[in-house]
């Protein structure tokens, strides 16, 4: 997503361009490579269950570490209980710990749960915050409130070889409690310098079939949703999470994503504020065995000019089908919502999506799409899409204009109203351009046409789907997010706790489309702390909400046009081109870069990835 929020696109521009002012000093000798130290797995949080009393956790109180009665333990008998008190008060809790060196991954993960008496459904006023050394990893508040614990899942994989605190910290102000629970503490470290393969997540190959109906003004659609699905691990799989992602846009009192009479499982509670739904199978899945499961949909779009909204009568439906959950090395990835990026990793999937509509609306979607007469009044758009990682559309009385890029890519601009015809000419005039450079690149385009809706309302600069896009009038930005279509459509990412690896590249990409070097860019970079890293995860850039963009965005592409000094415009070029065609339609990871990188080199680039600040 090409985010600049509370900010204009030209403002953030003004700043990538006083990053290029200064000439890059030359680079010392770099050492030869060492060998990468073993990984031994391991489980590094001690007692994280408080099953041992209380060493060797430092605890505010001798009250935070219990067994008393009011709250109860997710596993065993005793449970750390932060706050509660109803006034302004302060718990903390931490131990210290050493991730081993040599892992590629290392997890973090707990159990929490929240009650509260307050009654907003907007402010945080209560907040807990979980940090490792001094990075926040997340912070929760009275809004994430639950009826019985949830887990929650953290990468701190760039932490490894270092000893740090790990600390909890419960903030409660002057009135109405909200009580803060951990239990089952675990921080687990595996994996050796190569990541797990591709195959080793699961539930793998999904394929989607959707039947929905919508109301006159195309804001609420209802209907039936399927997926098929092979577990592709060795460990057999009783359970599978659907995502419902749009929930965020409402409260669990409120949704407007809503899965009703499950058949292939048994529906359990949802999770992570209503965007998570845990699904039990029947008898537990063997590696390359099949299921699906079924269930009824409700979707109600709210008012918005957002990538789920609706901007007057023209509507934005992103991220609204419920897609499948990851489970990797690392678990099940139920990451919290973002706003301020994306939280997405999914696995690529087919879809074939019917949406039975009004006539007086234009339906651009994800895939291919056809028309066909429906009942009185009404149309009904098929649209198939194969290897995408998700499903969005749109639908609004849209003026609609198409053309045919170089390559042959069939594009459609689909633009609200106030949007002259020379912008929406504009707009197309791009897209053709845009969409064959990125090929020319990265691959040939596989998803057939290419649909983007224009909308000078949205508060931020861009959104991709697979084969579909929300923009603004802005050649940048769109050009941006047709890049998104290689990185994260094509080659995909955990873009929760890895958003470098889409945006990044694809501002990058957008550079070398538009004709810009990024020369001597990577001089004016200033780190806020010793903590800020282009690989951070969105736990680190929700917290540190403004610098998300400059470093992200900015230094990230910087970095990568460094690289491509530093190696050589020949070798940067056949590197990201067999990089694609390597993790096509699979999922990238930064070892697995670093790894390619170093290959397409005989420069040691261990003292690259350190002075950029590139782990993993």
């Not at 060493?55 to 008393?68: A, F, L, N, Y």
């Not at 718990?91 to 590629?104: A, H, K």
């Not at 064959?436 to 385009?445: E, K």
């Not at 999922?587 to 170093?598: G, I």
Request: hydrophobic share 35%; net charge negative.
């Amino acid at each position: 997503m090409r985010k600049t929020p509370h900010r204009s696109i030209a403002m953030r521009a003004l700043a990538v361009a006083a990053l290029a002012a200064v000439s890059l000093p030359a680079a010392p000798a770099a050492a030869a490579p060492s060998a990468a130290a073993a990984c031994t797995p391991a489980q590094v949080v001690a007692n994280g269950g408080f099953e041992s009393g209380t060493s060797p956790w430092t605890q505010s109180s001798t009250s935070v570490i219990t067994s008393r009665s009011g709250q109860t333990a997710h596993g065993g008998t005793s449970y750390a209980w932060l706050d509660g008190t109803g006034g302004t008060h302060t718990d903390t809790l931490s131990q210290s710990v050493t991730i081993p060196s040599g892992c590629s991954t290392a997890t973090l993960s707990f159990w929490l749960h929240i009650d509260t008496t307050e009654t907003t459904s907007s402010i945080a006023y209560d907040k807990l915050t979980a940090k490792i050394g001094s990075t926040t990893l997340a912070t929760y508040s009275n809004l994430d409130k639950n009826t019985g614990y949830v887990k929650k899942t953290l990468d701190v994989s760039a932490f490894a070889g270092q000893t740090v605190s790990l600390a909890f910290t419960g903030a409660e102000d002057s009135s109405l409690q909200t009580s803060f629970v951990l239990d089952d503490i675990a921080l687990d470290t595996s994996g050796g310098s190569t990541p797990p393969a591709d195959s080793t997540r699961t539930p793998a190959t999904p394929s989607y079939t959707v039947s929905l109906s919508s109301n006159t003004s195309g804001t609420v659609w209802t209907g039936h949703e399927s997926a098929t699905f092979t577990n592709a691990s060795s460990t057999a799989l009783s359970e599978v999470y659907l995502r419902l992602w749009d929930n965020y846009h409402g409260t669990c009192d409120a949704m407007p994503i809503t899965v009703t009479n499950v058949t292939g499982g048994t529906a359990g509670s949802l999770s992570v504020a209503c965007t998570a739904l845990q699904i039990t199978l029947p008898t537990p899945l063997a590696q390359g065995q099949s299921a699906t499961i079924g269930f009824d949909l409700g979707i109600t779009v709210p008012s918005g000019a957002d990538r789920f909204g609706h901007d007057g009568a023209f509507n934005n439906i992103g991220n609204a089908l419920p897609v499948l959950a990851v489970k990797d090395g690392a678990g099940w990835h139920l990451d919290p919502y973002t706003n301020n990026g994306e939280s997405f990793y999914s696995l690529a999937a087919d879809f074939k999506v019917t949406l039975d509509h009004p006539s007086t609306l234009l339906v651009p979607a994800t895939g291919t799409s056809t028309d066909t007469p429906g009942s009185s009044g009404r149309t009904v758009t098929t649209a198939t899409a194969s290897k995408v990682r998700d499903f969005a559309w749109a639908a609004g009385p849209f003026s609609k204009i198409s053309g045919t890029s170089a390559a042959g890519t069939a594009i459609n601009i689909y633009s609200v109203s106030g949007i002259s015809s020379s912008d929406a000419q504009s707009m197309l005039s791009t897209a053709k351009s845009a969409v064959d450079a990125h090929a020319a690149r990265f691959g040939a385009y596989p998803y057939g046409e290419l649909d983007a809706v224009i909308d000078n309302n949205y508060w931020f600069g861009g959104m991709e789907y697979p084969g579909f896009v929300l923009d603004l009038v802005s050649t940048t930005a769109l050009t941006h997010e047709i890049g998104h279509q290689w990185w994260y459509g094509i080659v995909g990412d955990d873009e929760y706790n890895s958003p470098w690896l889409d945006e990044a590249f694809t501002d990058y990409a957008t550079d070398l489309a538009l004709g810009k070097s990024g020369s001597n860019c990577w001089n004016s970079v200033s780190w806020a702390s010793s903590a800020e890293k282009i690989t951070n995860s969105m736990a680190y850039w929700d917290a540190h909400s403004s610098r998300y963009s400059t470093v992200v965005y900015g230094y990230g592409k910087c970095a990568l046009h460094d690289l491509r000094r530093l190696i050589g415009d020949t070798a940067m070029t056949k590197l990201l081109k067999d990089y694609a065609t390597s993790h096509w339609y699979g999922v990238s990871t930064t070892a697995e870069f670093k790894a390619a990188a170093q290959a397409a080199t005989t420069t040691d680039l261990t003292s690259f990835w350190s002075t950029h600040r590139i782990d993993g």
